[in-house]
C-alpha cells in the first residue's frame, strides 16, 4: 500500500490512502467520508504492524486534538471514538498521549459516545457497540489507574453504561458492559465509595423498579466481583452501622434495602456484616430495631435462604424480637411467619413457641395476624403447620375481640374446605383436620349473636356449601353429620331451632302488618320488631333498621308477598335464592354503595333463608339413609361405619322434622320411614316414631294409605315395643289421628289387665305405655287409673320387694344391670306423675298422696319397705326417680301449692345426695324447670347446697346453671315490662330469703355458733349472692340487704314457737349482712322498693319487736373478706402481657377480668384468691383476656380433702327440731306398708294427716346403738362423704390430679332446652373435660368410685304431723308455666331425659361466657 509519507518528526500527518487531509476546511459529510476511512484503517491494523504503528502516530495524536473532541457532529465524533479506541488497541500497552489531562479528555470523551447505545434502532448502533467492544476486550480504561482523576473517570463510565442500559440490548450489550467495568474493579487499586455508590444505587428499590436493566447489570458486575468488591462493600456498612457516619454516602439511608438486595445477590458479599446486624437488633432504638427486623425477616424468609442454618446466633437473637417491647416489631416478626413457614417448613419447630405467645399478645392486631400467617401456610401445604400452631388458631376461636375471632374462625373455615371437603390433601390431610367441623360448630354456645350469624354463614359456605347440588349437598350434610361430636350436633341442631324460631318470629311480623292499623296491632308491631332484633348485630342500630323494614314491607306489597314466600313452610331452595335476590335488590341502591340498612336486611334474609333444606332436599337425605340401609352407600369410604350412618342420619331428619316439618310431606319419604319402624335397630325405629309424631299431622287426609299401614304397626309398638318406642307410637296416635279415643281404648284395655307384677320384665312397656295414655286422656280412664294407682302401683308394685338386691359396694351401675324390678317401680312412679300432670286438679287428693309417698321414699333412701333387700344402685335410682317427680310435680302450680316446707327441703337435700349420678341427674332436671320459668322461684336457693359438694365438677356446673338462670329471669323481666306486679316470682334477687330460710333448715347446721358450720354456711350463702350480686342493677345489692334486714324482724313460719330454729334464722341472716357489707359499697343506700317476703316461710313483721343483735360469734368476723364481687366471665384467662410492653388501655369492663379457681373475691373466707372471677354473662374484659379458658397455676387450694361436715353434740330437744343424720329401722315392716295403703284411702285421713309427711324413719343411717343424747357417728350422716363421681371415672385420685393439669380443651354444651326462644345455648371451656371456673372447694382427692360418702341429714319423724302448710303465693302462671300451649315436644324431651340417663363419658352442660 502506498502511503503519503512524512517524518513523525516532521509534525506532519499521514494519512491512509485515498485519504485526503481532515481539517475544519472541508464539508461534513466529506469529514465523515474521510474519517470512515481511517476506522477502516485503524480497525485493520494488529499490534505487530511496527511500521504502520509509526507511521500514523502523528493521525494518532490529531485525532486526540480538541478540533475532533468537541466537534459539534456526533457522526464525527463518534468516528473519531472508534478510532481511538482501536489507537488504545494498537499502541497497546503504551498509548501515544502522555499527558495526564489529555488522557482525561479522550476517555471522558469516549464515555460521553457510549451514550450512544442507548437507542438501539440508530443506524449507528453497530459502531456504538464496536466501541463498547473494543474498549471491553482491551480493558482501555485500565489507563487511567495512573491517573489523579481516575475515579472521576470511572464514575462517569459506570454512570453512561448503568443509564443506557435497557432492554432492547442483546446479552452481548451486557456481557461487555459487566467485562468493562468488572475489569476496573478487580484490577484496580481501590475502590471509591462514590464509584461504590454508582453500582450500589442501582439496588435500591426506587432505582430498581425504575430500571430493571440497570439492576441486572449491577447484580452482575456485583456476582463477578464479589471478592474484590466486599472489602469496600464492609467498610461502607461498617461505617454506616456502626460508626454512625451517614455523611459517607448518600445511600446510608437505604442501608438495609442494600442489605437485602447483596444477600440475594450473593451471601459473600456481607460476611463481615451479618454480625453488626446483630448488633443492631438489641439497638435502643425503635425504628432502627424495626428496620433491621424488616430486613432480616426478607432475608430469613427468602425462599433459597440457608442464612438461619449458617448463622444461628443471628437467627436466635431474630426470634427474640418475637418478645419485643415495640409493637410494629412484633408485628412484623409474626407477619414474617407465613413467608418463613411456606420457605422454610425446617424452622416451624422454632417459630412455634413463639407464635403461642404472640397469639396472646394484648395487641389484637398482633394475634390477628399470628392467626393470618398460620391460615396463609396451612392453605398453602396442610404439611407446613403442625398441630400446634393450628391450635393457637383454634385458641383464637375464642378470643376477646371480634376482629381476631372472625379471622380465625373463617381461617379453619376455608382449611377445612379445602382439605375435608374438596379433599386437595388426601385422607391424610382430611384425618388431621377433623376436629376443625366440630370446634367451629361449638363457637354457636357463644352468647354473641356476631359470633353466631358466622358460624351460621360458615355453615352454609364452607362446611355444607349451599350451592351444591341437591344430592350431593344432602350427602354432604349426612356424613358431616355421622361424624360430629355430641356437642357439634347439639350446636348444629340448635342453629335450626334459632332460624326456624326466627321464620316465625318474621312470619309473625307480616301477620301483623296485615291486620288493620290500631294501638293494639301498633304495639305488637314493635314487641315483634325488638324480637328480631335481638336475633341481629348490634342490637343498638338494628332496631332502627327493623323498623325501617317493617315500614317498607307495610308499604311495599311486592316485597311483602317475597318475604311470605320466604318465610313459608314449602318454600324451596331455588324460590329462596330468587326471593333474597330480588329483595335485596329491591331494596338496594346503585348511589349508596355503603347501605347499613341493606347490610342488615341480608344478614337477616341469610338467617331465615332455607338454603338447605325443602322437600326435594329432604327426598334425597332419606334416599341417602336407604342407600346406607341397603348396603350401597359408600359409608366405609367416608369413615363412618354403616351403623353409625344410619343412626346418624335418622337423628338428622328427627331434628329435621321439628324444624321442617312440611318438608316431610311427601309419599316417598313417608314409606321409607315406615321401612325404618321395621328394623331391629331400636334407635332407627325409635328415630321413625319421632319423626312420624313431628310430621303426620295430616296425614289422614294426604297420605290415607300410609296410615292404614302405621296404625297396626303403631298398636304393636305401643303394647309390646321396647318402652321409648311405645312412649312415642302413643304420640303418634294422638297426633295423626282424628278418632283417638277408640285406638287409645283399645290400647289401654288389655294392658291394664294383662298387668301381672310377677312378671316384671314384662310390665316395663305397659307401664310406659299406660303412663302416657293417662297424661294424654286422663278423663277417658278415669276410673280405672285411680284404681290401677292405688292398687296396683302403690301397693302391688311399690311396697313390695320380690326379688333382692344384688350386694355391692357400688351406689350407682349402668342401665343394663339395674334390675326389671327397680325399672318398673320407677315406670310406676312416673306413671303416677303422669297422671296427676294430665288432671291439673288436687280435688281427690290424690297429689296429697303421691307426694307422701315420694318422700316415704326419700326418707327411706329409696327402700321404701325398709326391709333390706334392695340393692344399693336400686335404691340411688329410686330415690332420683322420686326426686325428679317430686320437682315434675311442682312445676304444676296446683301441686306446688300443697307442697309443704318439709318436703320442700327434703327434695332440695337429693342434690347433695351420697351418689354423683343422683346429683348429677337432680341438678339437671332442676336447672331444666328453672330455665323454662316452670319451676318456682324458692327451687332456684336448692343450687346453694351445691357449695358443699365435694366435686369439683358439680359444684362448677351447679354455678353456671345459677348464671343462666339469673340472666334468663332479668331477660324475661326486661321483655315483659307489664308483669311487674309479678316481680316476687321473678326476680332473681327473691331468691335470697328463701336460700337463707333453706340453709338455716340445713341438717348439717346442728349447732347455731360452730365456727366450721357458720363457715359451710357463708360458702353457700357466697355461691348464690356473687352471682345475684355480680351487677348492682338498679341498687339492688340496697334491696338485698333491706331483704336480709327484714327477715330479721320476722320469725320462721315452719317453727315460729321454737327460739333456737330462730336463733338459726337470724344468724344465717347475719351471715348474708356480713358478705352484702364486705363485697358492696352501695348496700347502705335506700333500697329501691320495699322488699316482700313469701308468708309461708316468715311470718309478717312484728311492729313491736326490733332485732338488732348480731348472732355472729366475734372470730367469725375475722373470715369476710372485703371487696366487689366480679361478673364472672366464663371467657378465659388473660394473656401474660409482656413486661415491657406498656400498660394496654383500660376498657369499661376491664376489671372484669378472668383468672383461675384461686380468687379472693369470689369468697368472703378466701383470702388468698386473686381479685377476678368468671361470669357468663359479659363480653368486655380486660385488654389483655381471650375468651380460650387456660387453667390457671395449680395451687394446693386445688386438691384439697372433700369436707366431712362435724358432727356436734345434740340434746333431744334439739332432735325434735333439727333433723338428724340416721335412719331408725322401723320396728315392724308392716308398718310403712299399712301407712302406704292408707294413703289412697283420702275420705277417712284427716286434712292435716294428709298434708303431713309419712310417720317414718328419719332420713340417715345412725347406728342402731346412738341414743338422742350421745354423738352421732360421722357415718351416719347424709352429708359430704368422699365425692361419689360418674363410674367411668374409676382411676385412683393421683390420676385424676394428673388430668387437673392437662391443658386439652373440652367444650361442655348448654342443655338441650326445646321449649323456646328464652333458651340459650352456653358452654362452659373447661380444661381436661373439667370445668375451669369453680368455687374453692375439694378436689384432689376425690375418688372415682361411688363409694359411700358422709350423708346429708333428712327431717326427722315428728312426733305428730306439723300443721297444715299455709298457701304459697307468688308464682305467676305466666311465668310459671310459660303457657299451656308450650310445644309439647319439650315435655317429651324432658320425659325422654328422665328415661334415658346421662350416655357415659358424656358431660353435661353448663353455662359459658358473657
Keep these: 500500500m502506498a502511503h503519503s509519507k512524512a517524518r513523525v518528526t516532521d509534525g506532519k500527518v499521514t494519512y491512509p490512502p485515498g485519504v485526503k487531509e481532515i481539517s475544519d476546511k472541508i464539508s461534513k459529510e466529506e469529514m465523515v467520508r474521510r474519517l470512515k476511512m481511517v476506522v477502516k484503517t485503524f480497525m485493520d491494523m494488529d499490534q505487530d504492524s511496527e511500521e504502520e504503528k509509526e507511521l500514523y502516530l502523528n493521525l494518532a495524536l490529531h485525532l486526540a486534538s480538541d478540533f475532533f473532541l468537541k466537534h459539534p457532529d456526533k457522526d464525527v465524533r463518534l468516528l473519531v471514538a472508534c478510532c481511538l479506541a482501536d489507537i488504545f488497541r494498537i499502541y497497546a500497552p503504551e498509548a501515544p498521549y502522555t499527558s495526564p489531562d489529555k488522557l482525561k479528555d479522550i476517555f471522558m470523551f469516549i464515555t460521553r459516545q457510549l451514550k450512544g447505545l442507548e437507542d438501539t434502532k440508530s443506524a449507528q448502533f453497530n459502531r456504538y457497540f464496536y466501541l463498547l467492544e473494543n474498549i471491553a476486550w482491551v480493558k482501555s480504561y485500565n489507563i487511567c489507574f495512573e491517573l489523579e482523576d481516575s475515579n472521576e473517570i470511572f464514575t462517569q463510565l459506570y454512570r453512561t453504561l448503568f443509564q443506557v442500559i435497557n432492554n432492547g440490548h442483546n446479552q452481548k450489550v451486557h456481557m461487555h458492559m459487566v467485562d468493562l467495568m468488572s475489569s476496573i474493579i478487580c484490577e484496580g487499586d481501590t475502590v471509591s465509595q462514590e464509584l461504590l455508590d454508582t453500582v450500589l444505587v442501582n439496588l435500591v428499590p426506587a432505582h430498581k423498579n425504575l430500571?430493571?436493566?440497570?439492576?441486572?447489570?449491577?447484580?452482575?458486575?456485583?456476582?463477578?466481583?464479589?471478592?474484590?468488591?466486599?472489602?469496600?462493600?464492609?467498610?461502607?456498612?461498617?461505617?454506616?452501622?456502626?460508626?454512625?457516619?451517614?455523611?459517607?454516602?448518600?445511600?446510608?439511608?437505604?442501608?438495609?434495602?442494600?442489605?437485602?438486595?447483596?444477600?440475594?445477590?450473593?451471601?459473600?458479599?456481607?460476611?463481615?456484616?451479618?454480625?453488626?446486624?446483630?448488633?443492631?437488633?438489641?439497638?435502643?432504638?425503635?425504628?432502627?430495631?424495626?428496620?433491621?427486623?424488616?430486613?432480616?425477616?426478607?432475608?430469613?424468609?427468602?425462599?433459597?435462604?440457608?442464612?438461619?442454618?449458617?448463622?444461628?446466633?443471628?437467627?436466635?437473637?431474630?426470634?427474640?424480637?418475637?418478645?419485643?417491647?415495640?409493637v410494629p416489631i412484633r408485628l412484623e416478626c409474626v407477619k414474617f411467619a407465613s413467608h418463613c413457614l411456606m420457605n422454610h417448613p425446617d424452622l416451624?419447630?422454632?417459630?412455634?413457641?413463639?407464635?403461642?405467645?404472640?397469639?396472646?399478645?394484648?395487641?389484637?392486631?398482633?394475634?390477628?395476624?399470628?392467626?393470618?400467617?398460620?391460615?396463609?401456610?396451612?392453605?398453602?401445604?396442610?404439611?407446613?403447620?403442625?398441630?400446634?400452631?393450628?391450635?393457637?388458631?383454634?385458641?383464637?376461636?375464642?378470643?376477646?375481640?371480634?376482629?381476631?375471632?372472625?379471622?380465625?374462625?373463617?381461617?379453619?373455615?376455608?382449611?377445612?374446605?379445602?382439605?375435608?371437603l374438596q379433599g386437595e390433601g388426601g385422607r391424610e390431610a382430611s384425618k388431621q383436620i377433623s376436629w376443625i367441623k366440630d370446634k367451629l360448630l361449638h363457637i354457636y354456645y357463644q352468647n354473641s349473636i356476631d359470633d353466631r350469624l358466622l358460624v351460621e354463614r360458615v355453615f352454609a359456605q364452607y362446611m355444607v356449601p349451599h350451592n351444591l347440588e341437591t344430592t350431593e349437598r344432602m350427602k354432604c350434610l349426612y356424613y358431616l353429620y355421622a361424624t360430629l361430636d355430641t356437642n357439634a350436633v347439639k350446636a348444629l341442631n340448635e342453629m335450626w331451632k334459632c332460624q326456624n324460631l326466627l321464620r316465625h318470629h318474621v312470619k309473625d311480623l307480616l301477620d301483623l302488618i296485615k291486620k288493620p292499623k290500631s294501638d293494639a296491632s301498633s304495639k305488637a308491631v314493635f314487641a315483634k320488631v325488638m324480637v328480631i332484633t335481638r336475633n341481629l348485630p348490634d342490637p343498638g342500630k338494628a332496631q332502627d333498621f327493623v323498623k325501617k323494614l317493617a315500614q317498607v314491607l307495610d308499604d311495599d306489597e311486592r316485597i311483602r308477598d317475597q318475604l311470605e314466600t320466604l318465610v313459608s313452610p314449602s318454600c324451596s331452595c331455588k324460590q329462596a335464592e330468587v326471593c333474597v335476590r330480588d329483595i335485596t335488590k329491591k331494596l338496594g341502591s346503585p348511589k349508596q354503595p355503603s347501605n347499613p340498612f341493606l347490610e342488615m336486611v341480608k344478614f337477616l334474609l341469610e338467617r331465615i333463608a332455607p338454603v338447605h333444606i325443602d322437600t326435594e332436599s329432604i327426598s334425597a337425605l332419606v334416599k341417602q339413609v336407604n342407600k346406607s340401609i341397603d348396603g350401597t352407600a359408600d359409608d366405609e369410604e367416608e369413615g363412618v361405619p354403616t351403623e353409625e350412618a344410619i343412626r346418624a342420619g335418622l337423628e338428622l331428619l328427627k331434628v329435621l322434622s321439628f324444624t321442617h316439618p312440611v318438608s316431610f310431606h311427601s309419599a316417598e319419604t313417608f314409606e321409607s320411614l315406615l321401612g325404618c319402624l321395621k328394623m331391629d335397630d331400636e334407635k332407627v325405629a325409635e328415630a321413625a316414631l319421632q319423626i312420624f309424631k313431628n310430621t303426620g299431622m295430616k296425614m289422614e287426609e294426604s297420605f290415607p294409605h300410609i296410615k292404614s299401614v302405621l296404625l297396626p304397626v303403631l298398636q304393636?309398638?305401643?303394647?309390646?315395643?321396647?318402652?321409648?318406642?311405645?312412649?312415642?307410637?302413643?304420640?303418634?296416635?294422638?297426633?295423626?289421628?282424628?278418632?283417638?279415643?277408640?285406638?287409645?281404648?283399645?290400647?289401654?284395655?288389655?294392658?291394664?289387665?294383662?298387668?301381672?307384677?310377677?312378671?316384671?320384665?314384662?310390665?316395663?312397656?305397659?307401664?310406659?305405655?299406660?303412663?302416657?295414655?293417662?297424661?294424654?286422656?286422663?278423663?277417658?280412664?278415669?276410673?280405672?287409673?285411680?284404681?290401677?294407682?292405688?292398687?296396683?302401683?302403690?301397693?302391688?308394685?311399690?311396697?313390695?320387694?320380690?326379688?333382692?338386691?344384688?350386694?355391692?359396694?357400688?351406689?350407682?351401675?349402668?342401665?343394663?344391670?339395674?334390675?326389671?324390678?327397680?325399672?318398673?317401680?320407677?315406670?310406676?312412679?312416673?306413671?303416677?306423675?303422669?297422671?296427676?300432670?294430665?288432671?291439673?286438679?288436687?280435688?281427690?287428693?290424690?297429689?296429697?298422696?303421691?307426694?307422701?309417698?315420694?318422700?316415704?321414699?326419700?326418707?327411706?333412701?329409696?327402700?321404701?319397705?325398709?326391709?333390706?333387700?334392695?340393692?344399693?344402685?336400686?335404691?340411688?335410682?329410686?330415690?332420683?326417680?322420686?326426686?325428679?317427680?317430686?320437682?315434675?310435680?311442682?312445676?304444676?302450680?296446683?301441686?306446688?301449692?300443697?307442697?309443704?316446707?318439709?318436703?320442700?327441703?327434703?327434695?332440695?337435700?337429693?342434690?347433695?345426695d351420697e351418689c354423683y349420678q343422683v346429683r348429677q341427674g337432680f341438678s339437671q332436671k332442676l336447672h331444666r324447670g328453672l330455665c323454662r320459668l316452670r319451676l318456682p322461684l324458692e327451687y332456684m336457693a336448692v343450687f346453694a347446697l351445691c357449695a358443699k359438694d365435694p366435686v369439683k365438677e358439680r359444684r362448677a356446673h351447679a354455678r353456671q346453671c345459677l348464671v343462666k338462670n339469673v340472666n334468663i329471669r332479668r331477660e324475661y323481666l326486661k321483655q315483659h315490662a307489664a308483669i311487674s306486679d309479678k316481680l316476687f316470682s321473678l326476680l332473681p334477687e327473691y331468691v335470697v330469703?328463701?336460700?337463707?330460710?333453706?340453709?338455716?333448715?340445713?341438717?348439717?347446721?346442728?349447732?347455731?355458733?360452730?365456727?366450721?358450720?357458720?363457715?359451710?354456711?357463708?360458702?353457700?350463702?357466697?355461691?348464690?349472692?356473687?352471682?345475684?350480686?355480680?351487677k348492682n342493677e338498679n341498687n339492688s345489692h340496697a334491696f338485698i340487704r333491706k331483704m336480709v334486714e327484714n327477715i330479721k324482724q320476722t320469725k320462721d313460719a315452719q317453727a315460729a314457737s321454737d327460739p333456737k330454729t330462730n336463733e338459726k334464722l337470724y344468724t344465717v341472716c347475719d351471715v348474708a349482712m356480713h358478705i352484702i357489707m364486705s363485697k358492696s359499697t352501695t348496700y347502705s343506700l335506700e333500697s329501691p322498693k320495699d322488699p316482700v317476703l313469701p308468708t309461708c316461710f316468715f311470718t309478717k313483721p312484728d311492729k313491736n319487736f326490733s332485732n338488732t343483735k348480731n348472732y355472729l360469734p366475734p372470730e367469725m368476723k375475722s373470715f369476710f373478706t372485703p371487696g366487689k364481687p366480679k361478673s364472672a366471665n366464663v371467657l378465659g384467662a388473660v394473656n401474660k402481657p409482656l413486661s415491657s410492653a406498656g400498660k394496654p388501655i383500660q376498657s369499661k369492663a376491664s376489671r372484669m377480668e378472668t383468672a383461675s379457681n384461686d380468687d379472693p373475691s369470689s369468697n368472703p373466707g378466701s383470702p388468698q384468691r386473686s381479685k377476678t372471677r368468671l361470669d357468663s354473662t359479659e363480653m368486655d374484659h380486660s385488654e389483655n383476656e381471650d375468651i380460650s379458658l387456660k387453667r390457671a397455676d395449680t395451687t394446693d387450694k386445688d386438691v384439697e380433702k372433700p369436707r366431712g361436715r362435724k358432727r356436734a353434740l345434740t340434746s333431744g330437744e334439739d332432735q325434735d327440731v333439727k333433723p338428724k343424720r340416721g335412719r331408725k329401722k322401723a320396728v315392724a315392716n308392716a308398718a310403712p306398708v299399712a301407712e302406704s295403703e292408707d294413703q289412697w284411702d283420702e275420705d277417712t285421713r284427716p286434712e292435716d294427716e294428709q298434708n303431713s309427711p309419712p310417720k317414718k324413719g328419719r332420713r340417715g343411717r345412725p347406728p342402731k346403738s346412738a341414743t338422742p343424747g350421745q354423738e352421732t357417728p360421722a357415718k351416719g350422716k347424709r352429708g359430704r362423704k368422699k365425692a361419689a363421681p360418674p363410674p367411668e371415672e374409676e382411676e385412683d385420685a393421683e390420676q385424676a390430679e394428673e388430668e387437673e393439669e392437662e391443658d386439652a380443651e373440652a367444650v361442655e354444651p348448654a342443655e338441650e332446652e326445646e321449649d323456646d326462644g328464652s333458651s340459650e345455648n352456653t358452654e362452659l371451656k373447661t380444661k381436661a373435660g373439667r370445668p375451669a371456673r369453680t368455687p374453692r372447694r375439694s378436689q384432689g382427692t376425690e375418688s372415682a368410685e361411688s363409694t359411700p360418702q358422709k350423708r346429708r341429714g333428712r327431717p326427722p319423724k315428728s312426733a305428730q304431723p306439723p300443721a297444715k302448710k299455709p298457701a304459697r303465693g307468688g308464682r305467676s302462671k305466666a311465668a310459671a308455666a310459660k303457657d299451656d300451649s308450650e310445644e309439647e315436644e319439650d315435655e317429651e324431651e324432658e320425659e325422654e331425659e328422665e328415661e334415658e340417663p346421662t350416655p357415659k363419658g358424656r358431660k353435661k352442660p353448663a353455662g359459658r361466657r358473657r
Design 211 to 326: 430500571n430493571k436493566q440497570a439492576y441486572d447489570l449491577a447484580k452482575a458486575l456485583l456476582k463477578r466481583t464479589a471478592q474484590a468488591i466486599e472489602p469496600y462493600i464492609t467498610n461502607f456498612f461498617n461505617q454506616v452501622l456502626m460508626l454512625g457516619k451517614t455523611s459517607v454516602s448518600d445511600l446510608s439511608e437505604h442501608v438495609f434495602d442494600l442489605i437485602l438486595e447483596l444477600y440475594n445477590i450473593d451471601s459473600h458479599l456481607l460476611l463481615s456484616v451479618l454480625p453488626q446486624l446483630e448488633f443492631k437488633l438489641k439497638s435502643n432504638d425503635n425504628d432502627e430495631r424495626l428496620q433491621v427486623v424488616k430486613l432480616l425477616a426478607k432475608m430469613f424468609g427468602a425462599k433459597d435462604s440457608e442464612l438461619a442454618a449458617q448463622n444461628k446466633p443471628l437467627w436466635q437473637c431474630y426470634l427474640g424480637r418475637f418478645n419485643d417491647i415495640h
Design 993 to 1030: 330469703p328463701y336460700t337463707i330460710h333453706l340453709l338455716a333448715h340445713d341438717p348439717d347446721y346442728v349447732k347455731v355458733q360452730d365456727i366450721e358450720q357458720l363457715k359451710e354456711i357463708k360458702e353457700a350463702l357466697w355461691f348464690v349472692l356473687e352471682i345475684i350480686m355480680a
Design 716 to 912: 304393636a309398638k305401643a303394647k309390646r315395643g321396647p318402652p321409648r318406642q311405645a312412649k312415642y307410637a302413643i304420640h303418634c296416635i294422638n297426633t295423626m289421628f282424628t278418632n283417638r279415643d277408640t285406638h287409645f281404648a283399645q290400647i289401654f284395655e288389655p294392658l291394664h289387665k294383662g298387668l301381672d307384677p310377677a312378671n316384671l320384665e314384662q310390665l316395663i312397656t305397659p307401664l310406659t305405655t299406660l303412663g302416657h295414655l293417662a297424661q294424654l286422656a286422663p278423663e277417658q280412664f278415669a276410673a280405672p287409673l285411680k284404681s290401677l294407682v292405688a292398687n296396683f302401683i302403690v301397693k302391688d308394685l311399690l311396697m313390695n320387694d320380690r326379688i333382692p338386691g344384688k350386694k355391692t359396694t357400688k351406689l350407682w351401675v349402668p342401665d343394663e344391670e339395674v334390675s326389671p324390678e327397680t325399672l318398673a317401680k320407677i315406670q310406676g312412679i312416673k306413671l303416677m306423675v303422669r297422671w296427676l300432670l294430665g288432671v291439673k286438679n288436687n280435688q281427690s287428693k290424690s297429689g296429697n298422696s303421691t307426694l307422701r309417698m315420694l318422700t316415704a321414699i326419700l326418707h327411706s333412701d329409696g327402700d321404701l319397705t325398709e326391709q333390706g333387700r334392695m340393692g344399693k344402685p336400686d335404691m340411688s335410682r329410686l330415690r332420683l326417680a322420686a326426686a325428679c317427680a317430686l320437682l315434675k310435680l311442682a312445676q304444676e302450680p296446683c301441686y306446688h301449692e300443697i307442697v309443704t316446707l318439709e318436703q320442700y327441703q327434703l327434695c332440695a337435700l337429693v342434690i347433695n
Design 348 to 420: 416451624a419447630k422454632d417459630l412455634t413457641e413463639f407464635l403461642r405467645v404472640r397469639s396472646h399478645d394484648p395487641e389484637e392486631a398482633i394475634r390477628h395476624d399470628v392467626i393470618v400467617s398460620i391460615v396463609t401456610a396451612a392453605k398453602k401445604d396442610l404439611s407446613l403447620v403442625n398441630d400446634a400452631l393450628l391450635n393457637f388458631v383454634k385458641e383464637r376461636t375464642l378470643d376477646k375481640r371480634w376482629r381476631v375471632r372472625k379471622e380465625a374462625m373463617m381461617g379453619l373455615a376455608s382449611i377445612y374446605r379445602k382439605y375435608s
